[in-house]
């Protein structure tokens, strides 16, 4: 019995991938991207969450009718002088910087609330004593659509209640790397409990579904153990260290030509499929970064069903005549091709080759 034992810890040692495997490829990459096959309307409702409710509505508006209509009353709106969107929701962007699309508004007593949309999901925003909360509906907007106008109060007996469909996106022809949506089924009723949509078991300033949803520790408002907590790091997953290829990946971080400043936005975060251990390393100054393992069998079940990588960084490449030389490529609205070369104690970074989408 020990010798297996032994056994199955040695062979669990060499299987195991080392820092040089998860960060360092040694042949070209293959782009070995494979189309998933959209969900089907029952294995959504098979996976939804055990907080979620769903009931199917009477009398509801379609799909088709919300889609089409905000559509055209956004560029109605656009088109004026003062936008009827900045009046009504100017509290809401204000408080919350603009990290949102808002709608659904409505005022409960010294509360207001509004749901809130940004490039993780579906949120739930609420004002209370002027002070501004943000809670995480783990919706996955690859499966769910929530209608922006919403014919009744959001807020109900203890519950978030918002109507809308089951969808699945669609690729559309001629337009690579565009999305849409098609609805599956129509007329939906999403009901969540308040007590466990607003749960904070660390109390950290996010919500348990968030963190679950991206990979935090929803007991510990300190998941990295490195003394900030996760509401406050802008690298909340690891702690962030210090070496040349951990600067080289933080050199390779997107960039933005806005006057925002991100650090004051908590509830927006670039999310990075990666297992490189330099990269979870890197101390990003600018926004805040979330990682994914990239095995999908590790990821958490809202990764896996929602398209939240806006931006790719590969793993490095090493020259196989000058240890100093180095290839890596980012894929963002189109692909860049790098050669780094570390001298002196510094990287010299090139674009040696781009493609735009």
């Not at 379609?62 to 709106?77: A, G, I, L, N, P």
Request: proline content about 3%.
């Amino acid at each position: 019995m020990k010798k297996l034992y032994l056994f199955a810890i040695l062979t669990s040692l060499s299987c195991s991938k080392t820092v040089e495997d998860r960060c360092f490829i040694k042949e070209d990459e293959k782009n070995n991207y494979i189309e998933k096959k959209p969900y089907t309307a029952k294995q959504i409702l098979e996976e939804k969450a055990d907080y979620l409710t769903i009931a199917t509505l009477k009398k509801f508006r379609s799909f088709d009718q919300d889609s089409v209509y905000t559509h055209e009353t956004k560029w109605r709106m656009y088109e004026k002088a003062i936008n009827p969107y900045d009046i009504d929701y100017k509290l809401f962007k204000d408080k919350f910087s603009e990290q949102f699309l808002c709608f659904g508004k409505q005022e409960l007593g010294n509360n207001q609330y509004a749901l809130g949309r940004n490039n993780l999901g579906y949120w739930l925003l609420k004002i209370e004593n002027n002070r501004s909360f943000a809670y995480f509906l783990g919706l996955s907007f690859s499966h769910y659509y929530i209608n922006e106008i919403q014919t009744a109060p959001i807020i109900k007996d203890g519950f978030l209640q918002v109507e809308g469909s089951l969808v699945q996106i669609i690729k559309v022809p001629g337009l690579p790397g565009h999305d849409d949506y098609s609805a599956l089924e129509d007329g939906k009723l999403f009901k969540i409990s308040l007590k466990e949509l607003t749960k904070d078991s660390d109390h950290d300033g996010y919500n348990d579904i968030f963190e679950k949803s991206f990979g935090l520790n929803p007991h510990n408002k300190d998941t990295d153990g490195d003394g900030t907590d996760d509401f406050s790091d802008l690298n909340p997953m690891f702690s962030s260290e210090k070496n040349k290829f951990s600067d080289l990946y933080q050199m390779l971080l997107p960039t933005y030509a806005t006057t925002f400043d991100f650090k004051k936005m908590p509830y927006y975060f670039e999310v990075f499929k990666t297992d490189c251990d330099y990269f979870h390393q890197i101390n990003s100054t600018e926004y805040r970064v979330l990682f994914s393992p990239e095995d999908r069998n590790k990821q958490t079940g809202y990764i896996k069903s929602t398209d939240v990588f806006d931006f790719v960084i590969s793993k490095i490449k090493k020259n196989e005549t000058n240890p100093n030389l180095f290839y890596i490529k980012t894929w963002g609205s189109g692909s860049s091709d790098y050669a780094a070369e570390y001298k002196n104690g510094k990287w010299e970074v090139e674009l040696v080759g781009q493609t735009v989408s």
